[in-house]
């Protein structure tokens, strides 16, 4: 299994490559965007700043130092959809760089624009925006063009396993490091790009739940009770789905969500790649992260013993409450309890108990 | 059904002539192919069309979709959220409607708070009144793929005049903001092995409560209790500040702002009022909008 590391400049590449990355993926935020859109619109799914490079020279140095390092660059275009003045802009760019021989690969969701990219020659991953949760929808965005499909962050093991198990043929890329949606992303109709408005999905909601027989509140008091445990429990798992700040482990690694102990399954399956999340982390998040990834892929290539790399997962991570909690999981079914240090969570209130 | 449709809409859109049936959002709540025939016969009764809805599916709910679509005539109008499920409707012969999830639109319910200070100065972009539709080649792609008409919601925003060339149907009064896997009202009751992952089976609790969801950023006018979020205008409560985890809005009953609504997976807003009016002459006067699916309750 490939690892797929993000990068932000022409710097952060070599240490990137020395860590361990095998594929790299970049964010093109091209000059002239600002002002013709405003600031309400992206060209991506990340704003601009440290997540994405602005020009094509910055680009060609990009991919300059990517070649020299002998892994590809990926460049995505990944937004849901766009207008044909921004698809044109957008497309305009991407010849130039397929010229140059700048981008190995663009991810792309919008259908449209993954045809029209197919088009002017370029080789198209289907970004996990495009959403593909089973063989069949990966049949069709591959027909459709993607050279490679690239999966839901909310499938379980098991069924990315019968999801590659029916179409063997495919190239497919996992999630293993960094960020989750609370939504299906491709299923998610709000913006990160309002200023001062922040993420939607983490807002701190006042939720008021009502039976829908009566219109009315909840009255019995144990239904009652597992509510206000739920909403707890569920403030506790919409914080573990972003950076949660460092391990206790050796690395000190970044805490985000983890697909560290399901990476011998994975591979197991043939995925071709994982990815990092995290174009516009600082350079030492990503380089732990992919030292993480490959720590425990190569550990798992050169022993086979997949409960011993699921333990030096688990240790390397640090977190014996999150890997405890399964909330910062991408794949909790890949958990062994017995490998996790700590017993459950002592921490909030007790859930409610049935009569 | 015909009631409560009337009842939204002042009547103003004239009598149901079509059955959706289905869901668009959640594979645990499919109907059985039993339930799909007892709808048919139910619209044929009446001399109505029928549409079927289908969710976003995994490989394991393949074969109960592949039943319902056994279940209808031939050339039945199945609206899909999945790609898979397009592929298998065209192969079965039947319609494929693209679904309002499939067709990529911001539907951010916190738009229309926006202003001029939070985009400092620059306009807000074209992009948020279209959707995937605004695409000449999303266009050419549906074509292709055999999609003969598309399902989209009226965003609190507005939309610019949609292009001509695919009929199109839209949802009222429910719009989809979001939709996932992880369902916090499915973890209801569930230990903690299964709370917010996506469930491999579920007992639907979603078919007995709603969640209205009041946040600071859907008020404009906090007062003095307030204090300013990004500059003049927009405003969050000072205890909202001080204590972000509960009980830091304004009495509920005394709140005017608007609330969202999550029904299982999925959150939708609602649009009332001016809104809903202005929504519905929209797609009235819309050359390429030729029918309005009513919702008379949250589509879920």
Same mark, same amino acid.
């Given at each position: ?8 400049? %022409? ?332 017993? %459950?969570? %002592? ?9 | ?211 209205? *969801?009041?946040? %600071? ?31 830091? *809005? ?51």
């Amino acid at each position: 299994m490939n690892i797929l590391s993000p990068v932000g400049n %022409p710097d952060e590449v070599a240490p990137l490559v020395e860590a361990g990355a095998d594929e790299l993926y970049a964010g093109l935020f091209p000059q002239g965007w600002y002002e013709r859109w405003g600031r309400g619109s992206w060209p991506n799914r990340r704003g601009p700043g440290p997540a994405n490079v602005e020009t094509m020279d910055d680009l060609g140095r990009l991919a300059d130092a990517a070649h020299k390092g002998k892994v590809p660059l990926f460049v995505a275009f990944n937004q849901q959809y766009y207008p044909d003045d921004q698809a044109d802009f957008l497309l305009d760019i991407a010849d130039q760089a397929l010229a140059r021989g700048l981008v190995d690969a663009f991810i792309v969701t919008d259908p449209g624009m993954i045809a029209a990219l197919k088009e002017a020659g370029a080789t198209v991953f289907a970004s996990t925006v495009a959403v593909a949760l089973n063989a069949d929808s990966a049949r069709f965005l591959s027909e459709l063009g993607a050279d490679r499909i690239i999966l839901s962050r909310h499938l379980h093991l098991a069924e990315i396993k019968e999801l590659a198990e029916a179409a063997p043929d495919l190239d497919l890329e996992v999630f293993l490091m960094n960020d989750n949606c609370y939504f299906e992303e491709g299923f998610c109709s709000t913006t990160h790009s309002m200023p001062g408005f922040g993420v939607y999905c983490m807002t701190p909601w006042e939720l008021q739940v009502t039976e829908d027989e009566t219109g009315g509140g909840i009255t019995e008091p144990e239904e009652r009770a597992r509510w206000d445990f739920l909403v707890e429990e569920h403030r506790e798992f919409l914080r573990h789905l972003g950076s949660r700040g460092h391990g206790e482990g050796k690395l000190k690694m970044p805490l985000g969500p983890c697909g560290l102990c399901a990476i011998p399954e994975l591979m197991d399956l043939g995925i071709h790649s994982g990815k990092i999340v995290g174009r516009e982390a600082n350079l030492f998040r990503k380089i732990r992260s992919v030292q993480a990834v490959r720590y425990i892929r190569d550990a798992y290539r050169d022993s086979g013993d997949m409960r011993a790399a699921k333990g030096q997962a688990v240790e390397m991570r640090g977190d014996g409450p999150g890997c405890s909690s399964g909330y910062s999981c991408y794949y909790r079914s890949a958990r062994d309890r017995s490998l996790i240090p700590l017993p %459950p969570r %002592p921490r909030g209130p007790r859930r409610p108990r049935s009569r | 059904m015909e009631d409560r449709g009337e009842d939204v809409l002042g009547g103003a859109l004239g009598a149901p002539s079509r059955l959706y049936f289905g869901v668009e959002f959640c594979q645990h709540l499919m109907p059985t192919a039993a339930d799909v025939a007892e709808a048919r016969a139910w619209a044929e009764e009446r001399g109505w069309g029928f549409t079927m809805l289908t969710p976003y599916v995994t490989d394991a709910f393949l074969p109960p979709v592949d039943e319902q679509l056994a279940a209808l005539a031939p050339g039945t109008e199945v609206v899909v959220e999945d790609w898979g499920v397009l592929r298998r409707a065209r192969a079965a012969g039947h319609l494929p409607v693209l679904g309002r999830g499939l067709h990529r639109l911001t539907r951010d319910p916190r738009l229309p708070d926006v202003g001029p200070e939070h985009l400092r100065g620059d306009d807000p972009p074209s992009s948020w009144q279209q959707g995937s539709l605004g695409s000449r080649r999303f266009r050419a792609f549906l074509k292709r793929s055999g999609v003969g008409r598309v399902h989209l919601d009226v965003p609190l925003q507005g939309l610019s005049p949609l292009p001509e060339g695919v009929p199109v149907a839209v949802h009222l009064p429910y719009g989809m903001i979001a939709s996932g896997r992880i369902c916090m009202v499915s973890s209801w009751g569930k230990p903690a092995s299964q709370r917010f992952v996506p469930p491999r089976h579920c007992d639907a609790p979603c078919r007995r409560f709603t969640v209205a *969801l009041r946040a %600071p950023w859907s008020r404009r006018d906090g007062g003095a209790e307030s204090v300013p979020l990004v500059s003049d205008g927009s405003f969050i409560p000072l205890s909202h500040v001080l204590n972000r985890r509960r009980n830091a *809005l304004p009495e509920a009953e005394a709140d005017p702002a608007p609330r969202f609504l999550q029904k299982g997976n999925t959150h939708f807003y609602r649009l009332e009022g001016d809104a809903l009016e202005q929504a519905a002459a929209w797609a009235q006067e819309s050359p390429v909008v030729d029918r309005v699916v009513l919702e008379p309750d949250l589509p879920m």
